[in-house]
């Protein structure tokens, strides 16, 4: 059974930093894709990044570069998410989440495997 377990998450003031950490469990993730979504009050789910978990390369929505940047360590079997320079605007719930397959995939329904969210408060 795969299990994703966030944490990370917190109370932080605006242009400090964050990491995120999604620690998967329950099956080999090679040739899986990992992606962090997040979702704020009333809003619908939104893509972050995604990593390919073999190769390690990576897909980032475009608002949201140069600020996020997602990365894995396999031996830990762990994705991180480091978010720098936050805003108010980037208060959400932060999900982690697994796909089979290597294609970049940006839409929740994409996804199979979705650990339980943190909270990432970012205060002005």
């Known amino acids: 059974q795969v299990q994703l377990v966030e944490s990370g998450g917190g109370l932080v003031q605006a242009g400090g930093s964050l990491r995120l950490s999604c620690e998967a469990s329950?099956?080999?993730?090679?040739?899986?894709?990992m992606g962090w979504f997040r979702q704020a009050p009333g809003k619908e789910r939104e893509f972050v990044a995604a990593?390919?978990?073999?190769?390690?390369?990576?897909y980032n929505a475009d608002s949201l570069k140069g600020r996020f940047t997602i990365s894995r360590d396999s031996a830990k079997n762990t994705v991180y998410l480091q978010m720098n320079s936050l805003k108010p605007e980037d208060t959400a719930v932060y999900y982690c989440?697994?796909?089979?397959?290597?294609?970049?995939?940006?839409?929740?329904?994409?996804?199979?495997?979705w650990g339980q969210g943190t909270q990432v408060t970012v205060s002005s």
């Open positions: 990593i390919r978990w073999s190769a390690g390369s990576t």
């Open positions: 989440a697994a796909r089979g397959g290597i294609k970049w995939v940006v839409t929740p329904s994409g996804y199979d495997y």
């Open positions: 329950g099956r080999t993730f090679n040739g899986c894709t």
